[in-house]
């Protein structure tokens, strides 16, 4: 009884253990298939067409809304592994002044490249003491001549 109770217990031991293995895809984003880029007509749709056809875009241009940007990404993870970007694709549909399609570009994992990223801070006067002896250490550092608009001298 003992015996079986403990065979019992390595097995799912030994199925969850494999559980952890198994890779786990993870889809994130929309990006059109090459078919339904098919059906844009590059000089004859507008930004409307392409939003009836192939759906509103993750993003568009920031400044001047001069694109549509369709971004999606397959990541897979084993267990407790970080997890590895396995497929990037980036559609770029670009628009003219008048909102009519001028180009459509798709870029994938092996045409990107690495952006590093400046984190750009504002330092603080925080000094490391606690907030509020920082905010009580400034009462009274006020003169009081000088808030009422009195003259220096």
Known sequence: MIGTVTRKVAILA?????????????????????????????????????????????????????????????????????????????????????????NIERFTLEDGRVVPLSRRVTESSVQNTAFLRQLLGNIGRFDAGRLLGGSDG
């Open 14 to 102: 030994a199925a969850a253990a494999l559980a952890g293995c198994v890779a786990q895809i993870r889809n994130h984003g929309y990006a059109p298939t090459d078919a339904e880029l098919e059906s844009v007509i590059v000089g004859a749709d507008t930004r409307a067409t392409v939003e009836d056809v192939i759906g509103r875009p993750s993003t568009s241009g920031v400044l001047t809304d001069s694109a549509y940007y369709y971004l999606s990404s397959q990541r897979r993870q084993f267990g407790v592994l970080e997890p590895a970007v396995i497929d990037r694709q980036l559609v770029a549909i670009s628009f003219d002044g008048d909102g009519v399609v001028t």
